[in-house]
């Protein structure tokens, strides 16, 4: 098949789906983002999208196969994707009773996923309860590098110009101008200023 032909077969199907999504969010967001691969918005709070967001990217994994969810559960939840930031393919952020901020200029992997609360009790009498002191808001600070399959749990804080390695699991306090990786994440070296 013509390259070109292909190339809008696949424009016009993402198009499609991009909007579907769009029709069945039922959630509130503000601000405009482009989304090059479909967003579904959920939950009572608000989305908030500064200017120049992007997300999704192709070509990259989970372009066609995949979605972006973000649900701001409670009234009184927020998430707020910063101006200038980047997206990747099956991206999840989840604030059930709180605040997800992402800062400006972040670039952040595919199947990235950010959680504001656990969600159920330990004890299995709590397991269908989700109590709102024990969520923590998570703050991604400014030029923050994401890489893919990290999971950023309850409570975080991630500083200014850091980056987060692939597979990681953060739970605590990453400082500014840092790489930090593992499970539990942890600081692996300083990033120099470039002069």
């Not at 499609?16 to 967003?39: D, E, M, N, W």
């Not at 990259?60 to 998430?79: K, P």
């Not at 990290?150 to 990453?174: E, P, Q």
């Amino acid at each position: 098949m013509n390259k070109w032909i292909a190339g809008r077969i696949l424009k016009c199907c993402q198009c499609l789906r991009v909007f579907f999504y769009s029709a069945i969010s039922t959630g509130h967001s503000t601000g405009s983002a482009q989304k090059i691969q479909p967003v579904l918005v959920l939950g009572r709070g608000v989305v908030k999208f500064e200017e120049n967001v992007t997300l999704g990217f192709f070509p990259s994994a989970f372009f066609l196969n995949g979605y972006i969810h973000l649900e701001a559960r409670n009234e009184a939840s927020s998430i707020t994707i910063g101006e200038g930031s980047y997206v990747n393919n099956n991206f999840v952020a989840v604030a059930e009773h709180t605040a997800i901020r992402i800062g400006k200029r972040c670039l952040v992997g595919t199947n990235v996923e950010i959680i504001d609360s656990d969600f159920h009790g330990i004890k299995v009498l709590d397991r269908l309860v989700s109590c709102p002191q024990d969520s923590r808001p998570v703050n991604i600070g400014d030029d923050v590098f994401i890489g893919s399959n990290v999971k950023i749990l309850k409570g975080v804080s991630i500083g200014h110009g850091s980056v987060i390695a692939n597979g990681s699991i953060v739970v605590g306090l990453i400082p500014s101008n840092v790489i930090a990786g593992g499970n539990p994440a942890k600081v692996l070296r300083v990033i120099e200023n470039e002069r």
